[in-house]
């Protein structure tokens, strides 16, 4: 009997820190994108002229406002 709560511990353990570290990561990851973004204003700028568009300072705000939307 009492190998059966051992075990229930265990598995209790397990699960609860589990949890707990998946939402200390998505904490942790949240943060880090805030202060490092994949995607900054030069980028996209860069990225539109390779497109062979001339980007305005308007589209490149509107493309940042879409991204951080979605962050």
């Known amino acids: 009997m009492a190998i059966v709560f051992d075990i229930l511990k265990i598995l209790g353990g397990l699960i609860v ?3 707990a570290g998946f939402f200390i990561a998505r904490t942790y990851m949240k943060k880090y994108l805030q202060k490092n973004p994949p995607i900054n204003e030069q980028m996209i700028r860069a990225m539109m002229m390779q497109m062979g ?3 305005s300072q308007k589209q490149v705000n509107q493309v ?3 991204m ?4």
């Open 17 to 19: 820190g589990g949890i």
């Open 53 to 55: 568009r001339t980007p």
């Open 68 to 71: 951080n939307k979605y962050m």
């Open 64 to 66: 940042m406002k879409n």
